[in-house]
């Protein structure tokens, strides 16, 4: 079921809208049969990480939520009349930030771009499910 979507208004703030999901959004969490997040974004929020990481990982097990990335990397031309955030990661340095939170709030990492999928949590499990298969196939 799909409760609600989250927008920063052109920013990352993404502590703002996290907490407007859980404290607004999910009061009458016994209403719903799924507690789960999905964060489709294209950069790194404005917060530090670690203060991220430790408020989704206290809000998720008070409301037996997950919390799931999806980061799309865009190859951008950087320009003067871009408007540059108020804390810059490269699409690596995002990764790693959006899989310290991910794993905090017990959900799934996705990290894909115009030029495919460069990390996916169910696709790895799926690989490593197929690759047991296969090896107990062949004993």
């Given at each position: 079921?799909?409760?609600?979507?989250?927008?920063?208004?052109?920013s990352?703030?993404?502590?703002?809208?996290l907490?407007?999901?859980v404290?607004?959004?999910f009061?009458?969490?016994?209403k719903?049969?799924?507690?789960?997040?999905y964060?489709?974004?294209?950069?790194?929020?404005?917060?530090?990480?670690?203060?991220i990481?430790a408020?989704?990982?206290?809000v998720?097990?008070?409301?037996?939520?997950?919390?799931?990335?999806?980061?799309?990397?865009?190859?951008?031309?950087?320009?003067?009349n871009?408007?540059i955030?108020?804390?810059?990661?490269?699409?690596?340095?995002?990764?790693?930030?959006?899989?310290?939170?991910?794993?905090?709030a017990?959900?799934r990492?996705?990290?894909?771009?115009?030029?495919?999928?460069?990390e996916?949590?169910?696709?790895?499990?799926?690989?490593?499910?197929?690759?047991?298969?296969n090896n107990?196939s062949?004993?």
């Open positions: 079921r799909w409760v609600l979507s989250l927008q920063c208004k052109g990352r703030n993404f502590m703002s809208a907490r407007r999901a404290e607004v959004d009061k009458d969490k016994d719903h049969k799924s507690q789960g997040l964060l489709l974004t294209t950069g790194i929020p404005d917060q530090e990480t670690h203060t990481s408020y989704v990982a206290g998720c097990r008070g409301f037996d939520l997950q919390l799931h990335v999806c980061l799309f990397s865009v190859m951008e031309d950087v320009d003067s871009v408007i955030p108020a804390r810059y990661a490269n699409p690596a340095e995002t990764a790693i930030a959006f899989k310290e939170i991910v794993q905090a017990n959900g990492f996705h990290w894909f771009g115009e030029a495919g999928i460069f996916s949590d169910d696709i790895t499990v799926i690989v490593s499910e197929m690759e047991k298969a107990y062949q004993k």
